[in-house]
Structures are given as C-alpha cells and as structure tokens.
C-alpha cells in the first residue's frame, strides 16, 4: 500500500491533504467543545450566585423585614447579580460568534472533503458551504427550524432574559427605597427593564449579526484580496 503511494505521487497528495484537513477539523472540534464547556460552566456559577442571593434575600426579610437594611442589602446583591449576569451574557455573546466562525470553518473544510470525494456530499447531514444556507444546514443538522426559533432559545437570549428581569427587580427595589407609590414603583422597574434590553441586550445581539454577515462565502475571497 505504501509502496503503491509512493508510485503515485497523486494518491499520496490526495492523502496527505485529507489528513490535514481531518486534522485540522478535529482541532476547530476540540476548541468547539472546550468553549462551549467553560461558557456552561460559567452560566451555572451565575445562576448559582443569582440563587443564593435570594435565598439571602428570603432569610434577611424574616429576620429584619421590609426595612431600609433590607433594601440595601437588595440593592447591592442585585447590582452585584446584574453585573456578573452582564459579563456572563457578553462572554455568551463572544462564544456564540466564535461558534460562528468555527462552524465557517468547519464547512469550508468539508467543501474541500467533497472536492477530494464529490460522493461523499450525498451522506453529509450538516454543511458544506459557508454561505448562510450551508451554516444554517450544520446549526439545524437535518432538522428546520426558522431563525426565531434560534434566537429565542440561545444561551445569549436566555441570559440575558434573565438580566432584564433582575434590571427590573433592581430598578423596583430603587424606586421603592425613594418613596415612589406601587404603580409607580412597577412602571421604573418596567422601564428599567427596557432600559437594560435596549443598552445592553440588542447591541450585543447586533454585534453577533455583523460578525455572520462578515463571513465571506468564498474562502478563497483572501488570496484574491
């Protein structure tokens, strides 16, 4: 076998150039993974956090009740809470483009698996162009689903569902130590809320898009550059 690569020169470049992209692919894998894992790891620390807070919260109020040291102490175990939530949402937001950027790179390499084999695109059940069509085959993997459907049930989307709730919970609890009445008190924490989702939540999801809509769908679009 190795005596008949070595007669054929073709063969053995074609081998070569399989191995390397293998290689290659089970390293965007591997970086995939190890993401993904820390970014999990992250979310339940967060939410942990976010848990034991209330539970302090819970206890403080049978102690003390609803005084003024409760609501300092609640105003500082949600800013603490709503802090960490936004670094843990941004680094969601992070992973989430560089999951982006993997699955690109992940398709171009199987784009030069089916150059090596074109028969092998009929068994392929994710993608094997970088255009939105072939990233959208590798995220739905056989299954469609509608770009709603995406967003609403990411990791980014979820946490950050989350810091807009604990943004509304906090500006409530402002509002009340200042001596607003209770419609009052709910129309700042809704207002609150909006606040966080539109400084914060929509930016970071803008900033997602323009990293897809950078990703040019001809990898060779830099040697012609």
């Not at 073709?10 to 970014?39: N, P």
């Not at 790179?105 to 074109?118: K, Q």
């Not at 993608?127 to 995406?150: E, F, K, N, P």
């Not at 009052?184 to 609150?192: E, N, P, R, S, Y």
């Amino acid at each position: 076998m190795m005596s008949d690569m070595t007669e054929d020169p073709v063969r053995a470049g074609i081998a070569v150039r399989a191995q390397i992209l293998a290689t290659e692919h089970w390293s965007l894998l591997a970086t995939r993974s190890q993401t993904w894992a820390e970014v999990m790891g992250r979310i339940t620390a967060q939410f942990t956090f976010a848990s034991a807070s209330l539970v302090v919260l819970a206890l403080t109020l049978q102690v003390v009740g609803l005084n003024d040291s409760f609501r300092l102490l609640a105003v500082w175990l949600g800013l603490s809470v709503l802090v960490t939530g936004t670094l843990t949402a941004l680094r969601v937001r992070n992973a989430s483009q560089q999951d982006l950027m993997l699955v690109v790179g992940m398709n171009r390499l199987r784009a030069a698996y089916v150059e090596i084999d074109p028969g092998v695109k009929d068994h392929l059940v994710t993608g094997w162009t970088d255009d939105a069509a072939g990233i959208q085959r590798t995220y739905d993997m056989g299954v469609r689903r509608s770009g709603l459907s995406h967003f609403l049930a990411s990791a980014f989307v979820f946490t950050g569902a989350v810091n807009v709730i604990i943004a509304a919970g906090l500006g409530a609890v402002l509002a009340d130590t200042a001596g607003t009445g209770g419609t009052a008190t709910a129309l700042i924490g809704a207002a609150a809320a909006l606040l966080y989702a539109g400084l914060v939540v929509f930016p970071a999801h803008r900033g997602y898009r323009r990293v897809r809509g950078r990703s040019r769908p001809d990898p060779n679009d830099d040697a012609a550059g």
